[in-house]
């Protein structure tokens, strides 16, 4: 079954003579549990297909349904409610509320759904723990590594049960040790059933995707499967 | 709620991890602010109320009796002051008897007849000197001699401005005369009745009725002005502290008392000028606060909208997480209130644990009053939250423009 589902897809920049095409009628599609890894040089539309799928974007035209809802046609309220309740993201880098410590950081999107303030720590404690920072609960951002940074990220991101996990380009700030630490959480946050879409321009971290999109001047060009 | 909640997690946690230099100058900023609202017009209406309490203390008391409707003195005096034993809310009295004459200096040394005679058409007052010292503490404002002594006669106290030295000082306001020092020789005329008093002292108060008047014994008065009724024409009494001037009232009138005099608490007696003029510096003092408060929601406006803006992508990632924007906007909104309140705790903690003390031991002296500090707690708390509602708003805007942008947009720093 498709969680993803997005047809003729297109995404124009600017206005008249100045009208960058960049996404140029693009279908995909993502099914449940999925780890699809979307590849492309700088440039060829990869992160911005990724905030037309993350509802972070709007496309110039084109439908995308996610879990059976045509984000396109949400409000904006609306859509932020619903990246809220389904979808999880990993930005390259790392997004975190610098005032917040760790736990809070992860508890943000908790106690937006409503969640009670010792479940929300409860639960944040336990992502914490699962990326390997056990005992980080009250590091601010600044007091952590990038490493460490982007794993409290990514507990930010799994710690709501998303139903889609959004990566873009998570290794991008990182040292290699880091970055491969970071991959294999993901591959591990994925072998336990999370649908992952990565966006990537290294090759070595898509070895554990289920499928790689390549794309290229605002089209897909080629699919591997893994 | 939920918003509310994070909101409140943003905005606390934006504030502890501030820089304290940084949210000490906004707050003193907002103390300032709060300052210039309350003590500017504070101080504005302090000098008006410096004069009102100097009338009051020195002139008034706390209740007057003066003449009932159609009649030219207070009836049945001194059965009146008969029964003021019997009220024992009555800290002091004074009876007092008011009429004008002419006095005349120098006329012993006048040699030559065509010459102007140095005459002034003055008030006097005909006071009982102890009882008039004990309400109204006059022998204080005797600023050169002596104050009258009630086993003397023939003896006058003068108020500063009859002098001529006076005119130099305020301009020529006044009859004056030439009188320099205790001692010389003065004739009062009333009618073709004149008499001769030395001058016992000079006296001179805040309180214009103080100074624009001369005071001689009553006995004096009386015979002088042949009030042999022995009716007064102002009777005024000093409530003791605990006592309410109104209750005090209230007993008088029960008693029957309004019928022979016409019975005002200070409040009601004072002139209608001195509310007047509060109620004018209120509004200019509340006038000139504005423009501090206009400059504080700049100021909020312009702390906010930089901090904000220094933080857009995160608010960006924030809302592309999924929080929603008015926990956002609730955050810096926190912020604000949280300036607003600290200065203005701040304030008032230095206005009524501080300034009003101060200023009430160290008196601001102009020429018609020893002014201070007025804040009422009712006032303070109206300006106060006048000051916290604009910063709220003044924080809000900024916060709300920059939330408002587009979340990836935001995200990635584009404009």
């Known amino acids: 079954m498709n969680i993803i589902e997005a047809t003729n897809i297109h995404r124009t920049f600017g206005k008249g003579a100045v009208v960058t095409h960049v996404l140029k009628g693009i279908d995909i599609s993502v099914k449940a549990g999925e780890y699809v890894a979307i590849m492309g040089k700088s440039g060829a539309g990869k992160s911005t297909l990724m905030y037309q799928l993350s509802a972070l974007d709007e496309p110039t035209e084109g439908d995308i349904f996610i879990d059976g809802e045509n984000v396109v046609e949400l409000s904006e309220r609306e859509r932020t409610e619903f990246r809220l309740n389904t979808l999880g993201y990993i930005f390259q880098d790392y997004a975190l509320v610098p005032d917040l410590s760790a736990r809070e950081n992860v508890m943000m999107p908790l106690l937006m759904r409503g969640m009670n303030w010792a479940k929300a720590e409860q639960a944040a404690d336990r992502a914490i723990d699962s990326v390997g920072l056990i005992g ?26 998303p139903k889609i996990l959004f990566a873009d380009e998570p290794t991008a700030n990182l040292d290699s040790i880091s970055g491969k630490q970071v991959i294999d959480l993901i591959g591990e946050i994925h072998k336990r059933g999370q649908t992952i879409v990565m966006v990537t321009h290294e090759e070595e971290y898509t070895a554990d995707a289920d499928r790689i999109i390549y794309m290229e001047d605002g089209k897909i060009v080629n699919e591997k499967k893994n | 709620m939920r918003s509310l909640r994070i909101g409140l997690l943003l905005g606390l946690r934006q504030i502890q991890r501030a ?4 949210t000490a100058l906004i707050i003193f900023v907002m103390m300032l602010t709060f300052l210039n609202l309350v003590v500017v017009s504070g101080v504005l209406v302090g000098l008006i109320t410096g004069a009102e309490r100097a009338v009051r203390n020195e002139s008034l008391g706390d209740i007057i009796l003066s003449e009932p409707t159609g009649e030219k003195t207070i009836i049945e005096t001194n059965s009146i002051v008969s029964s003021f034993a019997s009220y024992p809310e009555i800290d002091s009295y004074s009876i007092r008897y008011k009429s004008n004459a002419v006095l005349e200096a120098n006329y012993k040394e006048r040699r030559n007849l065509n010459t102007e ?20 503490h006059i022998s204080d404002d005797v600023v050169r001699g002596e104050y009258l002594d009630p086993n003397e006669e023939g003896y006058i106290l003068i108020g500063y401005y009859y002098l001529e030295e006076s005119a130099d000082k305020f301009g020529d306001v006044f009859d004056t005369l030439g009188i320099k020092n205790p001692g010389e020789t003065v004739r009062l005329t009333v009618g073709d009745i004149s008499k001769e008093f030395v001058v016992k002292g000079i006296i001179e108060s805040k309180v214009d009725d103080v100074s624009l008047n001369t005071y001689i014994p009553e006995r004096e008065f009386r015979r002088l002005f042949g009030r042999i009724d022995q009716n007064a024409d102002q009777r005024v009494i000093r409530v003791k502290s605990g006592y309410s001037e109104d209750d005090l009232k209230k007993a008088f009138v029960t008693n029957g008392l309004n019928a022979y005099a016409k019975i005002q608490t200070f409040e009601e007696g004072k002139p209608k000028f001195i509310t007047d003029i509060k109620a004018t510096m209120n509004l ?4 000139i606060g504005s423009i501090g408060l206009v400059v504080a929601s700049i100021t909020i406006f312009i702390i906010i909208f930089i901090n904000a803006l220094s933080r857009r992508r995160h608010i960006g990632i924030l809302k592309g997480i999924g929080i929603e924007r008015q926990a956002i906007e609730i955050a810096y909104v926190i912020q604000a209130a949280f300036y607003a309140l600290a200065g203005s705790a701040l304030g008032a903690l230095l206005i009524y644990g501080f300034l009003i003390g101060y200023f009430e031991r160290n008196p601001i002296a102009f020429p018609f009053s020893d002014g201070v500090l007025v804040a009422p707690a009712n006032e303070t708390l109206l300006r106060f939250i006048v000051l916290f509602i604009t910063t709220l708003v003044a924080g809000f805007i900024p916060a709300w423009m920059i939330v408002r942008q587009n979340t990836l947009n935001a995200i990635l720093g584009r404009k």
């Open chain 1, 136 to 161: 980080k609960y009250h590091n601010l951002p600044a007091e952590l590594s990038g490493g460490e940074q982007q794993r409290v990220a990514i507990a930010r991101a799994v710690a709501s049960e």
């Open chain 2, 19 to 22: 820089s304290i230099w940084t």
């Open chain 2, 117 to 136: 005679r140095d005459i002034a058409t003055v008030n006097v007052t005909g006071i009982d000197p102890a009882l008039e010292d004990n309400m109204s």
């Open chain 2, 284 to 287: 200019l003092g509340t006038f």
